[in-house]
């Protein structure tokens, strides 16, 4: 008994007793949006505007969990609810835009550190299609070899990595180890 | 039996069909509300066909769809008589014999107008963006048919796509 109010007090003490205060807090679900305080007029109005634009501009993400439009017209002469729907709108439509929830498999294709759209011919499918596992192994820049990219060119680099060049010798004529950058001419300044 | 199957799936197909589904985009219209008044729900439509026709929607969706908010409706002084037959599908249910109601209607029109233009504005130019194709800002460049594919907005890989598998974002 003693053991199960340490740990009830140790971690309300660890969240700074957040559980307490966010206590009866609606949250959108899978999502960081929360619903503010208010009436409950204004509360639908604030959960309707957010469904809408959540939906209109979110990711597939949250285009699978919200349904769609939302707009109670049993409340159209309501100006809180107006009022809550204008400002579910403004402040999820710079949630789902801004810092969307992501897809879960997004640590798979680190290999497109852009996470740029491309072109639908070009690209590729995911893990296997596509990713790091259908490169070529020892292409420059490509495969597991591209991995390595960081340890022999630092960042900019020109040469290959250690899978496709001398590693001791990357530099080439002038010398230089691990293929460092060097702009400038050896003889001059 | 062959004509039965077919006549039953075609009544499953067309039952499912938003008022505009020969349109690209169109099934955004399954959002249209069902509930509210007539002019309500005139208004959302409207406001959704314009909110498309903008340029958020781009140079094909501009193709499909204009601005579509009725000027008559939105008058000062409108003419009731000319409405009611313009919209005699549309508006049937409202009491035309009715000062109120008719003003309610109108009102109901021209204040859902926005919201479906919103919604439908910004559902278009997401679509846009994920698909990697966002419309130029007007005046900005001339559209190229040939960097765009319609196809393109059903690809798995766009912008922001989170279905597993595709591990873009």
């Given at each position: ?37 208010g009436t409950p007029a204004f509360q639908k109005g604030y ?25 109670d017209?049993?409340m159209?002469?309501n100006s809180e609810y107006k009022f809550g ?105 | ?169």
């Open positions: 008994m003693k053991k199960f109010f340490i740990v009830i007090f140790l971690s309300l003490n660890i969240f700074s007793c957040k559980w307490l205060a966010d206590a009866g807090t609606p949250f959108y679900s899978m999502t960081r949006i929360k619903v503010p305080a959960r309707d505007g957010c469904e809408t634009v959540t939906y209109a501009r979110g990711n597939p993400f949250y285009k699978t969990i919200y349904k769609g439009y939302r707009y017209p049993k159209i002469g729907h204008t400002r579910g709108i403004a402040f999820c439509f710079m949630q789902v835009v801004g810092n969307p929830q992501s897809s879960f498999d997004n640590y798979l294709n680190y290999y497109d550190p852009t996470m740029m759209a491309q072109d639908w011919n070009s690209v590729g499918d995911g893990l296997f299609d596509g990713g790091v596992f259908s490169q070529s192994v020892t292409t420059p820049g490509n495969g597991i070899d591209g991995i390595f990219d960081v340890l022999q060119k630092g960042g900019g680099g020109t040469t290959g990595s250690i899978f496709s060049t001398n590693p001791f010798w990357a530099g080439g004529s002038v010398g230089q180890f691990f293929g460092q950058g060097y702009s400038g001419s050896y003889y001059g300044q | 039996m062959g004509n039965k199957i077919l006549a039953f799936l075609a009544v499953i197909f067309l039952s499912s069909c938003s008022p505009y589904w020969y349109k690209p985009f169109g099934f955004i219209f399954r959002h249209a509300p069902k509930e509210g008044s007539p002019g309500f729900r005139l208004g959302w439509l409207h406001g959704c066909e314009s909110g498309l026709g903008t340029q958020f929607g781009g140079a094909i969706y501009q193709s499909f769809y204009s601005w579509k908010r009725d000027p008559d409706i939105t008058s000062s002084n409108p003419d009731y008589e000319k409405i009611r037959r313009r919209y005699k599908k549309e508006l049937k249910d409202v009491n035309w014999n009715d000062i109120r109601d008719i003003k309610k209607n109108f009102s109901d029109y021209n204040t859902i107008f926005w919201g479906g233009h919103y919604f439908c504005r910004q559902s278009v130019v997401g679509t846009l963006i994920a698909a990697d194709m966002p419309p130029p800002v007007a005046d900005e460049e001339r559209y190229n048919p040939m960097a765009h594919s319609l196809g393109n907005v059903f690809k798995m890989t766009g912008k922001g796509d989170t279905r597993i598998g595709t591990g873009l974002w």
